[in-house]
């Protein structure tokens, strides 16, 4: 579900290629078709909806997780080529990924990075940017506080009280991790 609603990557990455969510997210800013985009949030939606039922109704039972820490089952341990493929695989994606959280901040500091590596401060200087991330700030933290308070609550409330429509709420409650976050913004 996670990489039907990536849009970042296939933007970035993507070789120009179309993308559900990216595309949708293109419709809002660049176009402000918002008709067509919600249209596209219906078709990130569906799929969504038909894996986060099954994994919730079907797979149920299939909860490996233990409190005592014993599953039933035994680990059967990798050869050491196998070690070594899945480590090397391993390490070339944290460095990829580290490499490009160094891109971003070294472009904060370059003027093209890449192109004209000298050191400047003028891309701080645009005040605009400065509303949004204040904006974002606030909004994240108030929502991290009302999160964990709600969260608490429901789970109190879920596993210690009976309420009737006990599933339907469950369901509504956990649907909105699986809703793309494309879709989300499109609707606010």
């Known amino acids: 579900m ?38 596209l949030g219906v078709f990130l939606i569906l799929p969504s909806l038909v894996v986060f039922i099954f994994q919730t109704y079907f797979l149920k039972d299939s909860n490996v ?28 994606f944290i460095a990829f990924i580290l490499l490009m959280f160094v891109m971003v901040v070294l472009g904060a500091f370059v003027k093209i990075i890449g192109i004209n590596n000298t050191f400047t401060l003028e891309h701080f200087n645009n005040e605009t940017g400065w509303d949004s991330l204040s ?21 109190f409330l879920f596993a210690r009280k009976p309420i009737p429509g006990k599933k339907l709420l469950e369901f509504l409650t956990l649907f909105g991790l699986a809703v793309p976050g494309t879709v989300m913004a499109i609707v606010f």
């Open 135 to 155: 904006m974002s700030l606030f909004v994240s933290f108030v929502s991290a506080i009302l999160a964990a308070a709600i969260g608490i609550l429901q789970g």
């Open 2 to 39: 996670m990489a039907l609603a990536d849009f970042s990557n296939p933007l970035i990455i993507g070789g120009g290629e179309r993308f559900l969510a990216s595309e949708a997210y293109l419709l809002v800013l660049g176009q402000h078709n918002l008709e067509l985009a919600a249209v």
């Open 65 to 92: 997780g233990t409190i005592s820490g014993e599953s039933g089952s035994t680990n059967v341990p990798l050869s050491k080529s196998a070690k070594a493929f899945v480590g090397t695989i391993s390490t070339i």
